[in-house]
C-alpha cells in the first residue's frame, strides 16, 4: 500500500484532485486530503503536478 503525504505547503489548488486517475484525492477545509490511498497506483501525476511540491508518495 502507498502512503501519501500533503505538507503544510498544499493550498487547496486542486490540482491533484483533478489530475489522479484514480481519484484517490479529496479537498477538505481547503486542503488535499488522499481519502482513497488505498486505490493509488503510484504513478506520481499527483507528485509531478502539484505547484508547491506539497504531495509525497512512498510505498
Same mark, same amino acid.
Given at each position: 500500500?502507498?502512503?501519501?503525504?500533503?505538507?503544510?505547503? %498544499?493550498?487547496?489548488?486542486?490540482? %491533484?484532485?483533478?489530475?489522479?486517475?484514480?481519484?484517490?484525492?479529496?479537498?477538505?477545509?481547503?486542503?488535499?486530503?488522499?481519502?482513497?490511498?488505498?486505490? %493509488?497506483?503510484?504513478?506520481?501525476?499527483?507528485?509531478?503536478?502539484?505547484?508547491?511540491?506539497?504531495?509525497?508518495?512512498?510505498?
Amino acid at each position: 500500500m502507498s502512503k501519501i503525504t500533503v505538507s503544510d505547503a %498544499c493550498d487547496g489548488c486542486g490540482v %491533484c484532485v483533478d489530475i489522479c486517475p484514480m481519484n484517490v484525492y479529496d479537498l477538505v477545509d481547503n486542503r488535499s486530503v488522499p481519502e482513497r490511498v488505498d486505490d %493509488c497506483i503510484m504513478c506520481m501525476a499527483c507528485v509531478n503536478a502539484c505547484p508547491n511540491q506539497a504531495i509525497t508518495v512512498e510505498e
